[in-house]
């Protein structure tokens, strides 16, 4: 039995470029494809939002020159870009699925609306909601903050490489702990990198716990679903 019965999965676009740093790992995206469908299966309603971080992002751009806005535009295509191969790939195992998209691109994809997705999961579809907000200076951690609570999805599972929440970044301090569980408020006060500012708040004030795991090993989405701690819950 799965712990949660709606989820929103939040997967970086940088874990999706694999050792590469850079691209579509296609190896990273089957695997991913694979373990998705593997929830599915046990009945869960998944709704999903991508980073596009391993394409383009729009704060960097800005820094190399790029108009703030366009280079915004230019991340949130670089999501739709992730959607549409991570689509694929639930084609390739034979999952049902649609991408959402945050900005009109039929054919692309749908126009997002809160009912439609609902309807889609419901009917066992895994529902794709790429764009982001569809507005600059906002990333798909807020993207998907706002995504899960709309779909009022049970929870937020945010797929990373790291296996939770740290007192520092993991990779950069050997002396750092983890969290079995925190409070928004301390991820706040602490000044912790779970999500931005904005993503944090926005679960706080509406309520969505965020469950922080390491979706680069395979099977640990079926793990956390099965209600294995092997991450951390950030909870009001
Ligand atoms: N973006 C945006 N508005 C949104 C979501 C994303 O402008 O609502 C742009 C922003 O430039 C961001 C890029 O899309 O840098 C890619 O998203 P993000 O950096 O969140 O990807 P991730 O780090 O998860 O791969």
């Known amino acids: 039995m799965a712990q949660f019965k709606r989820i929103l999965l939040k997967l970086s676009g940088e874990s999706l470029a694999g050792e590469q740093k850079q691209g579509i ?32 992002r729009g704060l960097s751009g800005a820094g190399k020159g790029f108009d703030r806005v366009k280079g915004d535009q230019m991340g949130m295509c670089a999501t739709v870009i992730n959607s549409l191969a991570l689509s694929s790939a639930l084609d390739a195992v034979g999952q049902k699925n ?7 691109m039929e054919p692309i994809g749908e126009f997002y609306s809160k009912w439609k997705a ?3 999961m419901r009917q066992g579809e895994v529902v794709i909601m790429s764009g982001g907000t569809g507005c600059p200076y906002f990333t798909t951690d807020t ?7 709309e779909i009022e999805a049970d929870v937020m599972l945010k797929g990373t490489r790291v296996d939770g929440v740290y007192t520092a970044d993991p990779e ?23 999500m ?16 922080v795991f390491n979706m680069d090993i395979v099977g640990n989405l079926k793990k956390v679903m099965q209600g294995e701690e092997i991450g951390t819950l950030v909870h009001p």
Do not use: H
């Open 118 to 120: 609902i309807d889609a």
């Open 196 to 211: 931005d500012v904005t993503a944090t708040a926005m679960c706080q004030q509406n309520n969505l716990p965020i469950y």
């Open 172 to 194: 950069k301090d050997p002396t750092a702990t983890k969290f079995e569980e925190i409070t928004y408020d301390e991820v706040l006060r602490r000044g912790l990198k779970v």
């Open 25 to 56: 790992d296609v190896e990273r995206l089957n695997q991913y494809a694979q373990q998705i469908k593997e929830i599915a299966q046990m009945g869960v309603e998944i709704g999903i939002v991508i980073g596009g971080g391993n394409i383009f």
């Open 98 to 104: 649609r991408v959402l998209t945050a900005i009109r």
């Open 143 to 149: 993207g998907s903050s706002l995504r899960g609570i």
